[in-house]
C-alpha cells in the first residue's frame, strides 16, 4: 500500500527514521529547549514517571518518543517548523486504515483455550470466523494504534505457518526423518517461546514519555470485506467458546442427537417429525444401552505432558492416556457411547489414519530391508508424508477450533 505524505512531511522521514534508529526506540527525551511560539509541544515534561504508562508501545508512540529525541537538540527557532512537520506526519500514518481482525491478535485476547494452545492458525482462525459472524471483520483501525505487540504477532504466525512445509520436508528425510520432524518443530517452538518473552518484557517496561499530545483518531470506520460466501456459512454457524456455551468438541453424541432432532423439528426442512422422532428416540436408546472402554475416550495431549503435546502422535497419545488410565486403576472401566464426546470420535478417526501412516512407513522398510531399491521405496515414502500430511498438521489445527469455539 502506497502512503502519500504531503511534501513538508515527506521531507521529514528520513531524518526522522535515521534518528529513531541511532537514539533507540525507548530513550529518554533530553529537555526541551524553550521556544519564544506556541507551539504543539511547548510544555517540557517535568516529570518523567508521572506520565510513563505501561503497556506495549504504540505505532504512534515510536514516531512520538523519537520526534522529542530529534526535539531536545532543535534551535528554539526552529521548533515551530518542526513540530508542524511532526503533526502532519502523525496525521498522515493516521489516516491509513487497516481491518484489525484480518489481522493475527495476542491468543489471550481470543479466549481461554486459544490461550491455553498457543497456535497462532487456531487464534487467527477462531478470531476470524467470530470477527465474520459478528460483522467485526469490517470494523478499521489506525495503523498509529498498532502495537509492537501486534508486529511480534504477525511474525509468529509467519513461523508457525513456515513450520509446516519445514516439517513435512524434514519427515521426508531417509532414516532419520521420524527423529528429525520433532526437532525442527521444537526450533519453532523456542522461536515462539523467546518472540513471548520478548512481548512479556514489553508488557512489563514503560513506553517512553514524550512532549507531543495523543492523537484524536475518532470513531470507528467501517470498510466492508468481501468474505467468500462459504466461509460466512461456516460463520454463521459458530461463535467463539465464553464460557457460557459448550464448545463443539466437549458436545457429546447424546447432545449431538437432541441438537439434530431441534433442527429438523423447528420445521426448517419438511420431514415426517413422527417418524423422526421415533428415530431419534430410539437412536439416544442405543447410544445408552451400548458402552465402549474408557480407554478409547483420549485425554487431550497436553494434559498428557510437555512431550506428548509437542509430538502429537496418535499413537503415542493413546499409550500414554493408557499408561495414565492404568496409574489410576480405569483402564477396564467403560462408558456409554453416548458420553462420548465429537472430541473423542474425531481422535479415534485420526489415531487410525496415524496407525495406518505408520504401518505403511513399516512396510516401505521392509521392502527396502528385502532387496527392493531405495529409488522404489523412497518414492514411496514422500507420498506417503503428502498423502497424510492433513492428518499430521491439519487434524491439530481443527481440534483446536473446535475445543475454542461453540455451535449456533
Given amino acids: 500500500m502506497r502512503i502519500c505524505l504531503p511534501r513538508r512531511a515527506a521531507s521529514f522521514v528520513g531524518p526522522l527514521t535515521a534518528s529513531a534508529l541511532v537514539a533507540g526506540l525507548l530513550l529518554a527525551p533530553g529537555t526541551a529547549a524553550a521556544s519564544p511560539a506556541e507551539t504543539l509541544a511547548s510544555t517540557p515534561i517535568t516529570d518523567a514517571a508521572?506520565?510513563?504508562t505501561?503497556?506495549?508501545?504504540?505505532?504512534?508512540?515510536?514516531?512520538t518518543a523519537a520526534a522529542s529525541v530529534v526535539r531536545g537538540v532543535l534551535a528554539p527557532a526552529q521548533l515551530a517548523d518542526y513540530d508542524q512537520r511532526?503533526?502532519?506526519f502523525r496525521a498522515a500514518i493516521a489516516a491509513v486504515r487497516v481491518h484489525r481482525d484480518g489481522l493475527p491478535v495476542h491468543p489471550d485476547r481470543v479466549g481461554t483455550r486459544p490461550a491455553e494452545l498457543d497456535d497462532?492458525?487456531?487464534t487467527y482462525l477462531v478470531n476470524g470466523l467470530d470477527a465474520v459472524r459478528t460483522g467485526r471483520i469490517?470494523?478499521?483501525?489506525?495503523?498509529?494504534?498498532?502495537t509492537v505487540n501486534d508486529a511480534i504477532e504477525v511474525f509468529i504466525l509467519a513461523t508457525r505457518i513456515v513450520k509446516i512445509p519445514t516439517q513435512i520436508v524434514a519427515g521426508m528425510v531417509p532414516t532419520v526423518g521420524f527423529f528429525l520432524k520433532p526437532v525442527v518443530g521444537a526450533m519453532f517452538t523456542g522461536t515462539k517461546a523467546l518472540a513471548r518473552g520478548v512481548?512479556?518484557?514489553i508488557e512489563a517496561g514503560c513506553v517512553a514519555p514524550n512532549v507531543y499530545p495523543p492523537l484524536e483518531l475518532g470513531d470507528v470506520v467501517i470498510e466492508p470485506v468481501v468474505v467468500p460466501q462459504p466461509i460466512e456459512d461456516l460463520a454463521a454457524l459458530v461463535m467463539n467458546a465464553d464460557g457460557n456455551c459448550?464448545?463443539?468438541?466437549e458436545l457429546t453424541l447424546a447432545a449431538v442427537v437432541e441438537r439434530s432432532r431441534a433442527f429438523l423439528d423447528s420445521g426448517v426442512v419438511a420431514v415426517d417429525r413422527v417418524a423422526m422422532n421415533a428415530a431419534a428416540d430410539a437412536l439416544q436408546e442405543f447410544l445408552a444401552a451400548n458402552r465402549v472402554a474408557k480407554i478409547m475416550l483420549m485425554r487431550r495431549s497436553d494434559d498428557l505432558g510437555p512431550l506428548v503435546e509437542a509430538l502429537d502422535m496418535g499413537p503415542l497419545t493413546f499409550l500414554a492416556n493408557l499408561g495414565a488410565d492404568i496409574a489410576e486403576g480405569t483402564a477396564l472401566d467403560t462408558v456409554p457411547l453416548a458420553q462420548v464426546r465429537v472430541e473423542n470420535a474425531f481422535d479415534l478417526a485420526t489415531l487410525t489414519l496415524d496407525i495406518t501412516s505408520l504401518l505403511f512407513s513399516a512396510g516401505t522398510s521392509v521392502a527396502g530391508y528385502a532387496?527392493?531399491?531405495?529409488?522404489?521405496?523412497?518414492?514411496?515414502?514422500?507420498?506417503?508424508?503428502?498423502?497424510f500430511a492433513p492428518t499430521d498438521y491439519g487434524a491439530p489445527i481443527v481440534r483446536g477450533v473446535m475445543q475454542s469455539m461453540c455451535a449456533v
Fill in 50 to 52: 508521572a506520565v510513563c
Fill in 54 to 63: 505501561a503497556g506495549a508501545p504504540t505505532f504512534d508512540d515510536i514516531v
Fill in 86 to 88: 511532526v503533526a502532519e
Fill in 120 to 122: 497462532p492458525i487456531v
Fill in 138 to 146: 469490517d470494523e478499521t483501525m489506525s495503523v498509529s494504534e498498532l
Fill in 199 to 201: 512481548q512479556n518484557s
Fill in 246 to 249: 459448550t464448545p463443539i468438541a
Fill in 371 to 387: 532387496g527392493v531399491a531405495e529409488t522404489v521405496t523412497t518414492p514411496l515414502s514422500i507420498v506417503q508424508k503428502l498423502v
